[in-house]
């Protein structure tokens, strides 16, 4: 017998003989008050009822009914193949919310090579927004989403660049340039202003917007037929580049005509066609280097109304290394071993000539940029080179140093350097009276709040001033 029974019997009085037995066969037996002692969770009538499943329960359920090799339903719809990219880099020109600012003017064709404009914001035209567009010149990370039309800052350097530019080619020479400096200082950008001054000047530009897409193993190759040494083709990327090419210069090159006959071309294009036909041919991945190569020849024609090219790309040290990609004995393939990266540090180095005036200008990138020391060392020999020191005081390798690399440092050995900086005060002030005007910067333009945020951006750089006053505006 149970304790709380026991209990109970000593309490209840009993009768006494064989009535004591009469009392108890027909007496009810009460239920007991306490539960028996124990440790399990007791089961009542209610808990034995099916129960509707709750918010809980519900995910309880899903994970208990999950098997290997099914994929749970999370409700929602899954993203479609390169959805996530697009919206990754997905870039936004103008905003109707931002208020229009008044007095200002379109850059025009000789108006970023005049001292009178250093300090001013100036608006890029329509046309060259599309052209800029085409040749993905424009990056996800700047601001121009929050203003109401693409406009840019002239700044010292674009002035100095663009001048050095306008005298190559006067020479009929093509200016061979690094652009180097600090994180968020304006690479790109400036960049980015001398594609406008080549598209306003009716240049040739060929564009390679990010160098990382051509060393990290993400598009296809192929080893390019009877070459020696062995060179490999992207032709999926070198097909796009020459759609943004001919989209983006589509004008001049209806203007020109071919000169040579290229019988190799995956079309006849006979002598005298329009050097658009010739770049239209170019329809599948497998003809795309050929037509590349041939482009490149007619444009790089002496005379003939050729007009000069600007050959550009952004993150110059991610193709100053060892790419990902492998040959087919899996030895990995260096990435002036690949065709396009090849033409166009052999350009920058002056080893393939422009013949008819130009420019091939490099950007480094310090956001997401390898460590590259020949790289690192042949910038800071030109640096020192150029501030006039002697041939004993450049820097030198480190002695039994073993990753450094010969064919990077001959690429740089001859290349001009522009260190970029931060922006002056007067420029920094020119910029935050725009973003006043624009309505996203609520604040009183005056020396002390502009003198605040030049020194709290470190001397005036763009990218920290845009995140002290832009950070709660961007989108």
Known sequence: MSAPNCLRGCLVQRPAGGAAATLLRHSTVMPATAAHFSTSTPLHGNMMKPQKPGPKSKVLLVAKQWKKGKVADR???????????????????????????????????GDLLDHKNVGKVMSIPDAAVDQLRTAEVFKPTQTWSIFRKPSMLVRSETVDLLNRMHTALGKEKALRLVIAGDRITGKSMLLLQAITHAYLNDYIVIHIPEAQELSIGATEYAPVPHSDPVQFMQPNYVLKLIQAIRKANEKLLAKMTT?????????????????????????????????FRALFQELTVKGHGRPPILFSLDGLAHIMKMSEYRTAAFEPIHSHDLALVRLFTDCLSGAVSLPNGGAVLAAMTRGNAPRVPSLDLALSRRAAEQAGRHKNQLPQRPAFAKDYDDRVEAVLQTVELLQLQGVS?????????????SGVLRSLIDEATVSEKWTLAGNGIVGEMERAALLTSRF
């Open 259 to 291: 000169i040579y006959s290229h019988p190799d071309l995956p079309q006849n294009i006979p002598v005298s066609s329009p050097l658009l036909a010739l770049a239209n041919s170019a329809k599948e991945p497998e003809s795309a280097w050929i037509v």
């Open 75 to 109: 409700g929602g719809k899954s993203p479609l193949p390169g959805e996530r990219k697009a919206f990754r880099k997905r870039i936004l020109l103008s905003n109707n919310n931002a208020l229009p600012v008044e007095g200002l003017t379109y850059i025009g064709p």
């Open 425 to 437: 005060k007067p420029e920094a002030r020119s910029l935050m009276e725009y973003w006043a005007a």
